[in-house]
T-cell receptor, first 114, second 115 residues
Framework: GENVEQHPSTLSVQEGDSAVIKCTYS??????FPWYKQELGKRPQLIID?????GEKKDQRIAVTLNKTAKHFSLHITETQPEDSAVYFC?????????????FGSGTRLQVQP | GAGVSQSPSNKVTEKGKDVELRCDPI?????LYWYRQSLGQGLEFLIY????????KSGLPSDRFSAERTGGSVSTLTIQRTQQEDSAVYLC?????????????FGNGTRLTVT
């Protein structure tokens, strides 16, 4: 099955700086890569996703990049703000057959220092 | 309801007892997932249901764990003879269709504490 590795496990940045979280996946059949944000005590929520037919996607201050050859993808947050502090999870899935569940990475705890 | 609903929100049980956790997915969502999140850890896949297909049980950690989904809607996760290592937050999620890149909508989870 799919295995998703995520790093770093914790990340502390100063407000206004950029943050980068990286993930690798093992199953070359995976073609859908979402990112979820989980604030303290709350449920995970989708913030952005990317499909394998594109290499980059951007939504305001967040962007994701995907390298299918190397089987890794990254989340980039620019101009970080204290409200970006949360745990971020990457995930991977093969979409098409509907037989596989979403496999999550172990999470990155981002702390934005004001 | 508007979102995924889970009950109870908190459950404290004694070691060796059985527990049942309930999930009401968003109406119309055909895919339903159970994940487990231990304190400060990631999201561990347990089981998922897609329509009338056989569920993917590959994530269940032992035969003490089982789940069912009746009528393609409500799901129940049952843990028999609970152990202390079962203590975690159990998250349910649903999506419109598992075969597409439909986002998962998570419930608030059930925090299980086994004493």
């Amino acid at each position: 099955g799919e295995n998703v590795e995520q790093h770093p496990s914790t990340l502390s940045v100063q407000e206004g700086d950029s943050a980068v979280i990286k993930c690798t996946y093992s199953d070359s059949a995976s073609n859908y890569f979402p990112w979820y944000k989980q604030e303290l005590g709350k449920r995970p929520q989708l913030i952005i996703d990317i499909r394998s037919n594109v290499g980059e996607k951007k939504d305001q201050r967040i962007a994701v990049t995907l390298n299918k050859t190397a089987k890794h993808f990254s989340l980039h947050i620019t101009e970080t703000q204290p409200e970006d502090s949360a745990v971020y999870f990457c995930a991977a899935k093969e979409v098409g057959t509907g037989r596989r569940a979403l496999t999550f990475g172990s999470g990155t705890r981002l702390q934005v220092q004001p | 309801g508007a979102g995924v609903s889970q009950s109870p929100s908190n459950k404290v049980t004694e070691k060796g007892k059985d527990v049942e956790l309930r999930c009401d997915p968003i109406s119309g969502h055909t895919a339903l997932y159970w994940y487990r999140q231990s304190l400060g850890q990631g999201l561990e896949f347990l089981i998922y249901f897609q329509g009338n297909s056989a569920p993917d049980k590959s994530g269940l950690p032992s035969d003490r764990f089982s789940a069912e989904r009746t009528g393609g809607s409500v799901s129940t996760l049952t843990i028999q003879r609970t152990q202390q290592e079962d203590s975690a937050v159990y998250l349910c999620a649903s999506s419109l269709a598992a075969g597409q890149n439909s986002p998962l909508h998570f419930g608030n989870g059930t925090r299980l504490t086994v004493t």
